[in-house]
């Protein structure tokens, strides 16, 4: 479901948050938080909060890599306790044609974004009026019109431009709603009214935010109708992105949102700062008899001897280890439940397919490869399309190996005692110290020769894979983020840096549903500033 998150996020008007922070008044220390669910519309399909604004955007700026970016470091203190809520009631679909043969999807969120400033009304009546004023300039042109007023002691601005495009935005005390839907916003001030019913009794959205406490940045949950239409937006996205074939899109398009929507219940994320970054934890409720399967053989094995970390090179973009007590059942459980979920011949066709999982590798019987192989199998990416990737596992029965791979590779040929390569030299195989190394040539040399180099183990990140029980871990680096999101909150420095940064990802299985958890320098928060400044 990433893709439609990104849609969903890049729409998001974040500029006028950012725009606050040189307007507002300073706010003062002690003020009475208010209960944001109270505000929002009942039949909300995905709901974001931050308590502190100020202390949200404060938190990323105090990573190594944003002050190597950063002039200044600019100071958010004047946004201490404003509170910010984003609510999404719907979606909408269009399609911009580019030429005969293609065209671009685009999902337009329903939302309003909920502040409460904190501040007297005329205050919020100024900043809307010239921040977000300026936003509506700024994306759709001096001649963007402006119509405001007040209608039933609400008073309200709405922008159209040339083409059509709207933001509206509405008053009451301290409250400012924002949102490209008027419908939305008139829902919001009716529940504030009292005429409507609010997220307060949604129990599972109280849930996440006592679990956050009170030391979160933010938090944000998915309903069950929320999942099914991401759910839909992502078979549509997946099947366009995946293949130029009909019928190969039409065939994902109909059973990925089917598969998602009777997997997946619901979906919660918390972000908070810690010592290594911004942590957000995800947790994605599935359904009981999933969940159950799941529980019983997604199972990591208890060892955090991370050997394969001696093969992986520091020219890495990223790499995934699975450490699991029974690969092959864990993939056939995947397979089952992900078959029951759709009808017969789906689920068999689904069963062909995911047999590629492991084919850009040289894997050619995945079931073969994973029954003969241990516990610990990395996979690794050199570059960011994945053009240049490698397997790397530990070996349990050497012959069977051999007969999964494809057939390219001629073990009746090697090129030295630990080498055999394909016809064309492309692909490589390399069995040393009872590992396999497989994938494109060029890489899997690199990691022979990393065995005896400046490898991960000398890595400070390494330590943080001792003792970790997580199914899998993914160390991935980031080249870009810092440099966007620095050019969105302050000013770049005139000399260039080296903009690396990364990220660790860790997921579990339990008893409920799948837990992934970020530890990254900006977080989901920074993606949420990095899209935006995507779209400028």
Known sequence: MKQPLLNFI???????????????????????????????????????ETNDLGETLQALTQSKSFQQFAKTIPNFSSLKNTQVAVVVTGFETSEKQITDESAILNFKPRFALIADTHTWESTAVSLVENQIGRFAKENYGDDVKLDKGEKNGVKFFNWTSKNGQKIFASITGSIIY???????IDKCLAVKKGEGDNLLKNE?????????????????YISPD?????????????????????????????ILPVIV?????????????????????????????????WKETLIAKNDSNFQAAKFLPNDINSFTRYNLQNPNVAWRSILLTTSKQVDAMSGKILTTVSGNFFQPYGVENIETFLGAVGSEIVTVRFDEEGDKSVVIAEIKDEEAVKKS???????????????????????????????????DSESVTKCLQAKDGNNFTKSE???????????????????????KIVETLSELKDENKNADSFYLTETRFDGNGIERKTVSDFGLIGMIIEQFEKDN
């Open 461 to 483: 990140y390494f330590q943080r894979f001792a003792k970790n029980n997580a199914i899998s871990i993914t160390f991935a680096k980031d080249s870009d983020s810092a440099e």
């Open 405 to 439: 791979i494809t057939k390219e590779i001629n073990f009746k040929a090697q090129v030295n005692p630990n080498l055999w390569q394909s016809n064309d030299k492309t692909l490589s195989a390399a069995i040393i110290e009872n590992y396999l190394i497989l994938g």
């Open 178 to 184: 924002v949102g490209n839907d008027e419908t939305i």
């Open 261 to 293: 929507q009777k997997t997946a219940k619901e979906a919660s994320w918390i972000a908070r700062k810690t010592e290594q970054g911004i942590e957000d934890k995800i947790f994605i409720k599935t359904e009981a008899e999933v969940s159950s399967v």
């Open 226 to 254: 929320g999942i099914a239409q991401l759910a839909n937006l992502a078979g549509v996205s997946t099947a366009i992105n995946a293949s130029e074939e009909d019928l190969v899109r039409s065939f994902i398009a109909k």
């Open 204 to 220: 599972s959205l109280a849930r996440v935010r006592e679990s956050a406490g009170e030391g979160s940045l933010a938090i944000g």
């Open 10 to 48: 890049r729409s998001l008007p974040f500029c006028f948050l950012l725009f606050t922070s040189y307007f507002l008044l300073s706010s003062c220390s002690s003020v009475k938080k208010t209960d944001l669910r109270t505000l929002a519309p009942a039949e909300t399909l995905i709901y974001l």
